[in-house]
């Protein structure tokens, strides 16, 4: 990557961290394009140039936030608590290393309640995928005795809201000590382990 190249990267990236705060501080419809532009010191044309528009820069805010499911998706999930480990462990790690992230759980909980956001934006939020490899992954594991009994979907939803409501908090308070991701993994684990 050329200087050029990475300069107009780092700009884009500055855009992006931005409107991110925006978006959360007052969403989507109270966020205006010359807000972004100003706190990142630059014209609305300019901006323009980077994104097309609100909308589009709205969308790669949730791209950038569907990457992080994506990417755990590929953990290795032959041993249940192990699986759910590694992704604890993955994001309590990216939550103390970047606030950014804090910030992006908080938006992609906001997207879905703020009724100004465009469908075609929200239509990007559909895929359970994960939820649903959670809920095999979970019962794959009761049925070996690694992971406690419950009905599999509640155990997904505890997982899940624990590491959001983790991140909600880390993002309100970002100086604030973290869970150990083991202790998140115990709500999951069978007594007899």
């Known amino acids: 990557m050329g200087v050029r190249q990475a ?3 780092k700009r884009r990236w500055e855009i992006i961290e931005a409107a991110l705060d925006l978006f959360i501080s007052k969403g989507y419809a109270g966020t205006k ?3 972004i532009a100003g706190r990142v010191s ?6 323009f140039h980077y994104f097309e528009s609100k909308a589009k820069l709205y969308e790669e805010l949730i791209r950038i936030g569907l990457q992080g499911p994506a990417s755990v998706m590929g953990f290795d999930d032959s041993d249940p608590l192990r699986f759910f480990g590694e992704i604890a462990s993955y994001i309590m790690s990216a939550l103390r290393d970047n606030s950014f992230t804090a910030k992006m759980f ?3 909980i906001q997207v879905r309640f703020d009724a100004s956001v465009p469908e075609s934006v929200k239509e990007h939020l559909n895929d359970n995928s994960l939820l649903e490899k959670s809920i095999a992954i979970i019962s794959a594991g ?3 005795g ?3 009994d419950g009905d599999p979907v509640a155990l997904a939803i505890l997982f899940w809201q624990s590491i959001s409501g983790i991140a909600l908090y ?3 308070s970002p100086d604030s000590p ?3 991701p083991e202790w998140i993994i115990d709500c999951m684990r069978s007594a007899d382990r």
């Open 142 to 144: 009761q049925s070996s």
């Open 7 to 9: 300069q107009r990267e």
């Open 42 to 47: 630059m014209s609305v044309g300019l901006l």
């Open 33 to 35: 394009i010359s807000d």
């Open 178 to 180: 973290l869970p150990e």
């Open 170 to 172: 880390a993002a309100i």
């Open 106 to 108: 908080v938006l992609m």
């Open 146 to 148: 690694q992971v406690r």
